[in-house]
């Protein structure tokens, strides 16, 4: 079960370093293109040496995964950044070459297409690493281990050139920054990730463990430092929910992870500061509040200009010309009695000194009390 | 408004027999071009001219089919990282997680090792460009959260914080309202003066007249380059953008340029 755990947590490490890569590249489902695309080098590695179980199938898939990624890849470029467009072609590409050399090759063996996709959690630890006899623990461990290992390397050592190449590569080759050498650098990382863990895991679990919790990161964070450590740690804690929950009730544990993935994602969307659904629908009402009070304060100061206040600035003449309610009426008026702006007199709102001021730097366009204008609810990203 | 004399000529950007095509078709035909160093230079001409390739070309980002450019004496691939640039339009994502004082500061990713984090140096530097085009207030908004003209400033902020000696900026008004833009030309003219080189594409021919020391004038081929005072006149705008347009200054959109702030 701990052996199970860790390469669960190792791949999930794994994909929490390079989805975001993938996410903010907007090609997420690389991730399946790739774990599909496998399936031709593992056909011409079976055509050139029909054995089952060779480590030359695994060469193989990495080998065309690369391979695809990297075809993919140039396409989008020349399809002009479309990249699920690029990726629908190369996939099924890659898919149909394997499926027809094994087909052909392998119809009497039983390696079969269903095998190949399907990645098992379960006894992906009975694959042992052993060291002169010594048993070190399951290999998968031990290659994600590996690869985690490399990608920190990586990732410290091209750091700050990996964000010029996310954000505007461009930029980077203007700066004398080796971005095609990133690309080629972002290919192998991502496809050595992919292929390794859906080794473990299959294609599915590893498309959500590359997308949710870089989800999860969308809407926590607005800094690319903090994006990938949130996803790493969602990663984390999916595969710890998912082992947890496929123990108790002894569930499948990939479905489990991929379960736990989901919901910790939807709790992120739902639950997150600033960004999150329930966050916003408490602003909200705190918004409309403020949003009533600076709408009060510029219309009666306009009508003790005008000299009409005794008819407009009443509850009823707000009210009525503001098309308000009598509660946001008296809630607003409240907001802005607490900051000295405005006081009932004789029924009539009247603004003080500093709510004049308030109401000028209003209608010249600066909100000076706490920040944003009411009503404007800071918006998260597109994925919304 | 006095302009301040040219420096001795030494060439920032030197372009001999340089034709950049796309496909079979040329954009810039048989350029020869030189900018003298510490200019503040215009480069006008009609939608389509090749400007904006000009630029991509002198950047090393198109690959010219034949000609030789020198950047401040030296070739292309070693001058990489002393040429900054604000583009026309930027493809870039703005959903990319990273805030406007995050993009300030990738203007400095060029000048550091990889062993070596962003220092007290970087930092002010970025500070500083965030100051230049007033955008210090927004130091912490996620960029997604800026408007079309905030986007532009922060760009031009990259730039600055690059402190290189020479910036190319293709257009950067679009989008930038009369009083920033006053603001960002006075900026300019500061920048030439602490010995830095523009290069602005520019379509405003007034404040060009005004404002700029040197002039490219492009149509394809260069019509004419010079000092502003010999180089813009009808005879050569005509030659550029045909014959109806002159430079009358009844018709100005904004006015002469008088160097204040308003
Ligand atoms: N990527 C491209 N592929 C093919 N042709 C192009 C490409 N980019 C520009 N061109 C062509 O090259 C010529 C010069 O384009 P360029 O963008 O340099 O013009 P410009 O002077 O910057 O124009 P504008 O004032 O509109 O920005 C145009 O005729 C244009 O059609
Ligand atoms: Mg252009």
Same mark, same amino acid.
């Given at each position: 079960?701990?052996?199970?755990?860790?390469?669960?947590?190792?791949?999930?490490?794994?994909?929490?370093?390079?989805?975001?890569?993938?996410?903010?590249?907007?090609?997420?489902?690389?991730?399946?293109?790739?774990?599909?695309?496998?399936? %031709?080098?593992?056909?011409?590695?079976? +055509?050139?040496?029909?054995? *089952?179980?060779?480590?030359?199938?695994?060469?193989?898939?990495?080998?065309?995964?690369?391979?695809?990624?990297?075809?993919?890849?140039?396409?989008?470029?020349?399809?002009?950044?479309?990249?699920?467009?690029?990726?629908?072609?190369?996939?099924?590409?890659?898919?149909?070459?394997?499926?027809?050399?094994?087909?052909?090759?392998?119809?009497?063996?039983?390696?079969?297409?269903?095998?190949?996709?399907?990645?098992?959690?379960?006894?992906?630890? $009975?694959?042992?690493?052993?060291?002169?006899?010594?048993?070190?623990? &399951?290999? %998968?461990?031990?290659?994600?281990?590996?690869?985690?290992?490399?990608?920190?390397?990586?990732?410290?050592? +091209?750091?700050?050139?990996?964000?010029?190449?996310?954000?505007?590569?461009?930029?980077?080759?203007?700066?004398?920054?080796?971005?095609?050498?990133?690309?080629?650098?972002?290919?192998?990382?991502?496809?050595?990730?992919?292929?390794?863990?859906?080794?473990?895991?299959?294609?599915?679990?590893?498309?959500?463990?590359?997308?949710?919790?870089?989800?999860?990161?969308?809407?926590?964070?607005?800094?690319?430092? !903090?994006?990938?450590? =949130?996803?790493?740690?969602?990663?984390?804690?999916?595969?710890?929910?998912?082992?947890?929950? =496929?123990?108790?009730?002894?569930?499948?544990?990939?479905?489990?992870?991929?379960?736990?993935?989901?919901?910790?994602?939807?709790?992120? $969307? #739902?639950?997150?500061?600033?960004?999150?659904?329930?966050?916003?629908?408490?602003?909200?009402?705190?918004?409309?509040?403020?949003?009533?009070?600076?709408?009060?304060?510029?219309?009666?100061?306009?009508?003790?200009?005008?000299?009409?206040?005794?008819?407009?600035?009443?509850?009823?003449?707000?009210? @009525?010309?503001?098309?308000?309610?009598?509660?946001?009426?008296?809630?607003?008026?409240?907001?802005?009695?607490?900051?000295?702006?405005?006081?009932?007199?004789?029924?009539?709102?009247?603004?003080?000194?500093?709510?004049?001021?308030?109401?000028?730097?209003? =209608?010249?366009?600066?909100?000076?009390?706490?920040?944003?204008?009411?009503?404007?609810?800071?918006?998260?990203?597109?994925?919304? | 408004?006095?302009?301040? !004399?040219?420096?001795?000529?030494?060439?920032?950007?030197?372009?001999?027999?340089?034709?950049?095509?796309?496909?079979?078709?040329?954009?810039?035909?048989?350029?020869?071009?030189?900018? &003298?160093?510490?200019?503040?230079?215009?480069?006008?001409?009609?939608?389509?001219?090749?400007?904006?390739?000009?630029?991509?070309?002198?950047?090393?980002?198109?690959?010219?089919?034949?000609?030789?450019?020198?950047?401040?004496?030296?070739?292309?691939?070693?001058?990489?990282?002393? *040429?900054?640039?604000?583009?026309?339009?930027?493809?870039? @994502?703005?959903?990319?997680?990273?805030?406007?004082? @995050?993009?300030?500061?990738?203007?400095?990713?060029?000048?550091?090792? +990889? +062993?070596? &984090?962003?220092?007290?140096?970087?930092?002010?530097?970025?500070?500083?460009?965030?100051?230049?085009?007033?955008?210090?207030?927004?130091?912490?908004?996620?960029?997604?959260?800026?408007?079309?003209?905030?986007?532009?400033?922060?760009?031009?902020?990259?730039?600055?914080?690059? @402190?290189?000696? #020479?910036?190319?900026?293709?257009? &950067?008004?679009?989008?930038?309202?009369?009083?920033?833009?006053?603001?960002?030309?006075?900026?300019?003219?500061?920048?030439?003066?602490?010995?830095?080189?523009?290069?602005?594409?520019?379509?405003?021919?007034?404040?060009?007249?005004?404002?700029?020391?040197?002039?490219?004038?492009?149509?394809?081929?260069?019509?004419? %380059?010079? !000092?502003?005072?010999?180089?813009?006149?009808?005879?050569?705008?005509?030659?550029?953008?045909?014959?109806?347009?002159?430079?009358?200054?009844?018709?100005?959109?904004?006015?002469?340029?008088?160097?204040?702030?308003?």
């Amino acid at each position: 079960m701990l052996e199970i755990f860790l390469i669960g947590a190792l791949s999930a490490i794994g994909c929490g370093l390079t989805g975001p890569v993938l996410l903010l590249r907007r090609r997420v489902l690389l991730g399946d293109a790739v774990s599909h695309s496998v399936l %031709a080098g593992i056909g011409i590695a079976f +055509w050139i040496h029909p054995v *089952v179980n060779s480590p030359w199938l695994r060469l193989g898939a990495a080998l065309s995964g690369c391979c695809a990624a990297w075809v993919a890849t140039k396409l989008t470029g020349i399809l002009r950044g479309r990249a699920d467009a690029a990726l629908g072609l190369v996939f099924p590409l890659f898919f149909s070459i394997g499926a027809l050399i094994l087909a052909i090759k392998a119809s009497n063996t039983h390696l079969d297409v269903d095998q190949v996709l399907s990645g098992n959690l379960e006894s992906s630890w $009975l694959e042992r690493f052993r060291l002169g006899g010594t048993d070190l623990g &399951p290999q %998968a461990a031990w290659n994600m281990l590996l690869i985690v290992v490399a990608l920190l390397a990586a990732g410290w050592i +091209w750091w700050r050139d990996l964000q010029l190449y996310l954000f505007d590569p461009q930029q980077g080759q203007i700066l004398g920054r080796p971005m095609a050498f990133l690309e080629i650098l972002v290919v192998v990382a991502t496809t050595s990730v992919i292929v390794f863990s859906f080794d473990a895991m299959g294609p599915i679990l590893l498309v959500a463990l590359l997308a949710g919790p870089g989800i999860c990161a969308w809407f926590l964070t607005s800094q690319i430092g !903090p994006f990938f450590l =949130a996803t790493v740690a969602a990663g984390l804690l999916s595969v710890l929910a998912g082992t947890g929950l =496929a123990c108790a009730l002894d569930l499948n544990i990939a479905g489990s992870i991929g379960l736990a993935a989901f919901l910790i994602a939807l709790g992120t $969307l #739902l639950m997150a500061p600033d960004h999150g659904m329930v966050f916003r629908l408490l602003q909200a009402n705190r918004a409309r509040i403020r949003f009533v009070a600076r709408l009060l304060a510029v219309h009666i100061c306009q009508h003790e200009i005008k000299g009409d206040q005794a008819s407009e600035n009443t509850r009823v003449g707000l009210r @009525d010309h503001l098309k308000l309610s009598e509660k946001e009426v008296a809630a607003g008026a409240l907001w802005l009695q607490a900051r000295s702006l405005a006081v009932w007199e004789n029924q009539i709102l009247v603004s003080t000194h500093a709510g004049k001021i308030f109401a000028k730097s209003l =209608a010249e366009g600066q909100d000076s009390t706490d920040g944003q204008m009411g009503g404007e609810i800071q918006r998260p990203a597109s994925l919304m | 408004m006095a302009k301040e !004399p040219l420096p001795p000529a030494e060439a920032v950007v030197r372009l001999e027999d340089v034709t950049v095509a796309y496909g079979d078709r040329p954009a810039l035909w048989d350029v020869d071009l030189e900018i &003298p160093k510490g200019s503040l230079t215009a480069v006008v001409g009609p939608n389509g001219a090749g400007k904006t390739t000009l630029m991509k070309t002198m950047l090393g980002l198109l690959k010219p089919a034949t000609g030789r450019i020198e950047i401040l004496g030296e070739s292309l691939a070693h001058s990489k990282g002393k *040429v900054a640039f604000v583009p026309q339009r930027s493809s870039v @994502d703005w959903d990319y997680p990273a805030t406007v004082g @995050d993009l300030a500061l990738m203007g400095t990713h060029g000048s550091l090792p +990889w +062993w070596k &984090p962003v220092g007290k140096e970087e930092k002010r530097r970025a500070r500083e460009a965030l100051e230049m085009v007033d955008l210090v207030g927004l130091a912490d908004r996620p960029i997604n959260q800026l408007s079309g003209g905030q986007q532009q400033r922060a760009f031009l902020a990259r730039a600055l914080s690059q @402190d290189a000696p #020479l910036l190319v900026l293709d257009e &950067p008004f679009q989008g930038i309202d009369a009083s920033t833009e006053r603001a960002i030309l006075d900026l300019f003219r500061n920048l030439r003066r602490m010995g830095r080189s523009l290069i602005v594409v520019h379509h405003d021919l007034h404040t060009v007249r005004d404002l700029f020391d040197f002039s490219v004038l492009l149509n394809v081929r260069v019509v004419a %380059a010079g !000092p502003t005072e010999s180089t813009l006149n009808e005879e050569n705008l005509r030659a550029t953008y045909g014959p109806r347009l002159g430079l009358d200054p009844r018709r100005a959109p904004h006015g002469p340029y008088d160097g204040a702030r308003p």
